[in-house]
C-alpha cells in the first residue's frame, strides 16, 4: 500500500470548515484514499473513502486531486466534538492483504 | 445491531500469564482483524480473517495466536505475556476484503 504524508497538527475555529490535507503521491490505480478519526481512546471511526472522485457524506467531503497524488478532507462545519485524530490511508482495492495501514495521523483541534 | 464488541475493557496480567481477548460481530462481515495501538503511535495490523477457518498474519503477529471457527466471533490469544505486549487492542470487521472496516471500542491491556 501506498504510504502518505500528513501534517501533525492543525487547528481551526468552532463553526468554520476544517480542511486537512494529505499527501499520496505513489499512489497506484486501484488503491483507494480512506479517512478514518480517532476520538480520545475510541476505536477508529470510519468517515469517508473514495477513488478518482470528490465524495459526500453526512459527515465530510473528499476532495482529490486530478492526478491523485493528495486529497483534502473537509468537514464543512467542526464543531467541538470533531476534535481527534485523523488518520489519511491508502489501500489496495481488494484480495486478502487489502488491508489498513495506519499512520500517525494528524490532531485536529477545534477552539471555541 | 450491536456492532464489533470487545471484552474485556480493561485487563491487568502478569508476565508469563496467557488470556484471550474476545471479539463478535454481528453484521455478517467475512473479514475481520486485530490492530495494536502504542502511546503516541498508529495502529498496526496483528492477524486477520478473510473468512472461517482462514487466517494470516499481519505486520506484528509475534506472540499472538488467533482462530476463526465462526463468522461472528475472532479472539485473540496471548500464549505468554510480555511487557512489549502492553497496548491498546482494536478489533475489527467489514463486509468483504474491500469493505469499510468498523472497528470495536478495544482493549486496553497492561502486562507487568
Known amino acids: 500500500d501506498a504510504k502518505t504524508t500528513q501534517p501533525p497538527s492543525m487547528d481551526c475555529a468552532e463553526g468554520r470548515a476544517a480542511n486537512l490535507p494529505c499527501n499520496h503521491s505513489?499512489?497506484?490505480?486501484?488503491?483507494?484514499v480512506y479517512w478514518y478519526r480517532q476520538i480520545h481512546s475510541q476505536g477508529p471511526q470510519y468517515i469517508i473513502h473514495?477513488?478518482?472522485n470528490n465524495e459526500t457524506n453526512e459527515m465530510a467531503s473528499l476532495i482529490i486531486t486530478e492526478d491523485r497524488k493528495s486529497s483534502t478532507l473537509i468537514l464543512p462545519h467542526a464543531t467541538l466534538r470533531d476534535t481527534a485524530v485523523y488518520y489519511c490511508i491508502v489501500r489496495g482495492g481488494t484480495g486478502a492483504n487489502s488491508k489498513l495501514t495506519f499512520g500517525k495521523g494528524i490532531t485536529l483541534s477545534v477552539r471555541p | 445491531n450491536a456492532g464489533v464488541t470487545q471484552t474485556p475493557k480493561f485487563q491487568v496480567l502478569k508476565t508469563g500469564q496467557s488470556m484471550t481477548l474476545q471479539c463478535a460481530q454481528d453484521m455478517n462481515h467475512e473479514y475481520m482483524s486485530w490492530y495494536r495501538q502504542d502511546p503516541g503511535m498508529g495502529l498496526r495490523l496483528i492477524h486477520y480473517?478473510?473468512?472461517?477457518?482462514?487466517?494470516d498474519q499481519g505486520e506484528v503477529p509475534n506472540g499472538y495466536n488467533v482462530s476463526r471457527s465462526t463468522t461472528e466471533d475472532f479472539p485473540l490469544r496471548l500464549l505468554s505475556a510480555a511487557p512489549s505486549q502492553t497496548s491498546v487492542y482494536f478489533c475489527?470487521?467489514?463486509?468483504?476484503?474491500?469493505?469499510?472496516?468498523?472497528f470495536g471500542p478495544g482493549t486496553r491491556l497492561t502486562v507487568t
Open positions: 473514495g477513488l478518482k
Open positions: 475489527a470487521s467489514s463486509a468483504g476484503t474491500s469493505g469499510s472496516p468498523y
Open positions: 505513489t499512489i497506484s490505480g486501484n488503491e483507494y
Open positions: 480473517s478473510v473468512g472461517a477457518g482462514i487466517t
